[in-house]
């Protein structure tokens, strides 16, 4: 996809899903737009106005019965002109249009690229330009809230912020070594730490709601694990709300991955259900527990099913993961779910105050199933949302965590050592992270691969 600023192709796409509907929408931009409209309605269309047109092929033959909206630039979604073309919605006569469209001299469209046009002719940052794909993607309404505040600017405005909070003293710092005549001690002299401790706090604060507004994106991978017949398939049934995985007193009835998509007050999860582990001589079985150790090695989160009733429930619990010691990954979070609680006589409960948070409950009743919906939204710091979050992907996050590293060094270089050309080095590290969110820096790769994830239309 090229990524020329000025490019001076007219663009068109149908800017609408795919499939029948009611109103089909042909989009075009560029400097042919309104030419190519006036060519195939024969009205020159006043900006902004909504006209009832015909819309005709090649030949003057009448394909459908329309609306005529055109945008001039700069005034536009893109920054250049645009025309739309409003017909009925079948998808057959959404390409002829198209093709006429492309026969008077527009062409194709590529995944995003009205979008990237918008980006590139500053209408928007590439944090708003990300948001649009999110909200058409969102999958809850929780999501498309957030996907909007993004659009909106919530989370560009924020980094803006700090950019220049950074930039400011960088610039600062950065004169101080530079005329080193004036024989000002910078670091004595002024507020550099505690500038430097503020911007940090802020990357940090900035960095806990790009989390949650990725989990809200992309949801959070839950992997229930266990030995056979601890009641696994149970608990997906139970989060489910939906019998997805057949129950049965057999050991090993569960031999393959289930998986399920639910949701828990707007947080996605994606419900692994996996293969019971432990030694077994079944071919089939081993492959089963081979998948269910992999996606354990993926997964967000981990529930570890016992059994209850079979077990001596004081037996704490880094004894009773110990026993699994060698399939879990160290690196994901475990909530150990002490299940079966009926037949154990014990009370349905959540114990935080301990290394790993410990759930007793019972898949088969329900008793406790609340009290692990809830730690679930903690633990994906759900809780603590409110109505200022805001979508966030991957990149963000990973921005914002290098942005803080540079912080963290700065900081550490200033209070150990006073070095004042390591402390700039850094915050320009960190200047680069940060810009890179909303585009301000950001490389021609970078900006491909994420426009060519957008639909056509957009």
Not at 10 to 27: D, S, W
Not at 100 to 128: T, W, Y
Not at 283 to 308: C, F, K, N, W, Y
Not at 381 to 391: A, C, E, L, T, V
């Amino acid at each position: 996809m090229s990524l020329l600023v000025g490019d001076s192709d007219t663009i068109t796409a149908i800017a609408t899903g795919p499939g029948a509907g009611g109103v089909g929408i042909i989009r075009l931009s560029g400097p042919k737009a309104f030419s190519v409209a006036q060519a195939v309605t024969g009205v020159t269309a006043k900006a902004r106005q909504a006209h009832y047109v015909q819309i005709h092929d090649r030949h003057g033959d009448v394909l459908d019965q329309g609306l005529l909206l055109q945008f001039p630039g700069p005034h536009s979604f893109t920054g250049e002109d645009v025309a739309e073309l409003h017909c009925h919605g079948g998808p057959v006569l959404l390409r002829t249009v198209l093709r006429e469209c492309i026969h008077l001299g527009a062409r194709q469209a590529a995944p995003g690229e009205f979008s990237q046009r918008a980006f590139l002719n500053n209408k928007i940052d590439l944090v708003q330009a990300e948001a649009i794909a999110d909200l058409i993607s969102s999958s809850t309404e929780a999501a498309a809230r957030s996907a909007s505040r993004s659009l909106s600017g919530a989370f560009s405005t924020q980094v803006d912020a700090l950019l220049e909070q950074l930039i400011r003293l960088r610039v600062f710092i950065e004169a101080a070594i530079d005329f080193p005549e004036e024989e000002i001690d910078f670091i004595a002299e002024s507020d550099v730490l505690e500038r430097l401790e503020s911007i940090e706090a802020s990357i940090d604060s900035l960095l806990a709601g790009a989390r949650r507004g990725r989990t809200l994106r992309d949801g959070l991978k839950l992997v229930i694990a266990g030995a056979p017949n601890a009641g696994k398939s149970s608990l997906l049934n139970q989060l489910a709300e939906q019998d997805s995985a057949i129950v049965t007193d057999i050991p090993g009835t569960t031999r393959d991955v289930l998986r399920e998509y639910v949701q828990i007050d707007g947080l996605p999860l994606h419900i692994v259900d996996t293969a019971g582990l432990r030694d077994s001589a079944d071919a089939i079985e081993q492959e089963g527990i081979r998948r269910a150790r992999t996606e354990m090695q993926s997964a967000d989160h981990i529930l570890l099913v016992i059994d209850s009733s079979q077990i001596n429930n004081t037996k704490d619990s880094t004894t009773l993961i110990a026993a699994y010691k060698g399939d879990l990954p160290p690196a994901v979070p475990i909530t150990l779910i002490r299940n079966k609680c009926d037949l154990s006589e014990t009370p349905a409960f959540i114990d935080r105050d301990k290394d790993v948070t410990e759930i007793s409950l019972s898949a088969r009743s329900g008793d406790g199933i609340a009290l692990l919906r809830q730690h679930l939204l903690s633990a994906a710091g759900m809780s603590d949302s409110d109505s200022s979050d805001f979508s966030a992907r991957e990149r963000h996050v990973l921005a914002l965590e290098d942005c803080a590293h540079h912080l963290r060094q700065g900081l550490f270089q200033l209070k150990q050592h006073g070095a004042a050309e390591l402390i700039a080095e850094d915050l320009r590290y960190a200047q680069d992270s940060l810009g890179s969110i909303t585009g301000s820096f950001s490389s021609d790769e970078l900006l491909g691969e994420i426009f060519s994830s957008f639909c056509i239309g957009k």
